[in-house]
């Protein structure tokens, strides 16, 4: 559906697309036929794909010409109502109203089997809390392809020195392999965001880096530490250190054990790097 079309079709319903609400609609053709046939050669033919916020439709039209089951989560529930009616004919479609965010989703999600991908345009709103879901509620899917605002995909993307490098880049790569995809212009989309989006390609990595009770403590440790992310490691760590309440260890020592070399800023180390100084915490 165009632009013409969809914004027709939202003016029939009584719809103005909310911004506080992230709903900004890719309309280009092109582009969701690219997104589409992507996730089903990245995911190998998914079973399930999950889609965040399906809006009218215009992307899980296009997951369904790939012949992939769609379980479409939308909390809206005009734009639903209008999914559900235009694309009621395609097998293969279950439209569940919900927030993708809250708890009551993870029950239902929990029950499905085989290979299960996840895929979504995510509002900047809720990234952060998408990604933290992507650990929980999402953690039975292989494979993810989002779409998400640049400058938070670059982040994701980023590698050590560079300036979008920190926790967040952290805190994904530890359960995910992430690969660069296509970028996406705002006039691609209805209404126009102010920036551009990218699409981020999340591959789900077959063991677990830091093990599932850790992590939360893990995931704390990280934030703490790129709080201070221009400062030498040894005074990121001692200002972690007092934060966390975690004063049993001294900082230097802690870093020799580890290998790592005092003088270091935070983005210049790997997770492996994290990793390792965090066990030696942990010990």
């Known amino acids: 559906m165009d632009r013409k079309n969809l914004k027709n079709l939202l003016e029939k319903y009584g719809i103005k697309p909310s911004r506080k609400m992230g709903q900004s609609f890719l309309v280009d053709e092109t582009t969701l036929e690219i997104l589409a046939k992507s996730l089903r050669m990245n995911a190998n033919n998914p079973d399930v ?55 009551p989703l993870k029950q239902c999600l929990s029950e499905l089997s085989g ?14 809390k998408f990604l933290k879901e992507m650990k929980t509620k999402y953690s039975l899917a292989k494979t993810a392809s989002i779409v998400l605002q640049e400058e938070v995909a670059n982040r994701i993307l980023a590698k050590p020195k560079e300036k979008n490098y920190g926790a967040m880049t952290l805190l994904v790569n530890l359960n995910w392999n992430p690969e660069k995809g296509i970028l996406i212009q705002p006039e691609k989309f209805y209404p126009h965001p102010k920036v551009f989006s990218r699409q981020v390609i999340l591959k789900k990595k077959e063991k677990n880096i830091v093990e599932p009770q850790a992590m939360q403590e893990f995931e704390k440790f990280v934030v703490e530490i790129f709080k201070h992310r221009r400062k030498t ?10 934060t966390l309440k975690n004063h049993t260890k001294d900082a230097k020592e802690i870093l020799r054990q580890a290998e790592i070399d005092t003088a270091v800023r935070p983005e210049e180390l790997s997770l492996d790097d994290f990793i390792r100084i965090f066990k030696e915490i942990e010990k």
């Open 49 to 103: 794909v999950i889609e965040i916020g399906c809006g009218p439709g215009n992307y899980t039209e296009f997951l369904l010409h790939e012949g992939m089951k769609v379980i479409a989560i939308e909390r809206d529930r005009r734009l639903g109502t209008i999914c559900h009616r235009r694309l009621k004919n395609h097998g293969g479609l279950l439209i569940v109203l919900a927030d993708a965010t809250l708890p």
């Open 115 to 128: 290979k299960i991908a996840v895929t979504g345009n995510i509002p900047y709103s809720i990234t952060g």
């Open 233 to 242: 490691i040894i005074n990121s760590l001692m200002h972690a250190q007092i």
